[in-house]
């Protein structure tokens, strides 16, 4: 068989990396968690391609884009009251709800 190793694999220390300040750090170690090893390091393989630069180039790419939306700010979350018409909704709904089990038992009663 023909077989070829091109298999790339990159690994990236997170927690020891100097070009992130502690704040950004701090949000991509939490939001990477499942990701990383014990020691903090991000290990990313890529074999998608039949050469190994090409792979190289395509770990680059996870990493980058895993970078990105893990240092991307969640937006904050709004509260929002329900309106007028959902909460009249709801209340029709509960009533068509108990006249349907109303109707059920009455059907079961022996008359």
Do not use: F
């Not at 009251?81 to 006249?99: E, M, S, T």
């Amino acid at each position: 068989m023909n077989k070829v190793n091109s298999k790339a694999t990159l690994r990236w220390n997170a927690a020891a990396s100097p070009s992130l300040d502690s704040a950004l750090k701090e949000r991509l170690l939490r939001r990477l968690a499942t990701r990383l090893t014990g020691q903090g390091a991000l290990v990313i393989h890529s074999q998608r391609y039949r050469d190994q630069p090409r792979n190289i180039e395509d770990c680059r790419e996870k990493l980058c884009q895993l970078l990105a939306a893990a240092l991307t700010e969640p937006k904050p979350r709004k509260k929002v009251k329900p309106g007028r018409a959902a909460k009249a909704r709801r209340l029709q709904d509960k009533r068509d709800h108990a006249q349907k089990k109303a109707r059920r038992a009455w059907a079961n009663e022996e008359h």
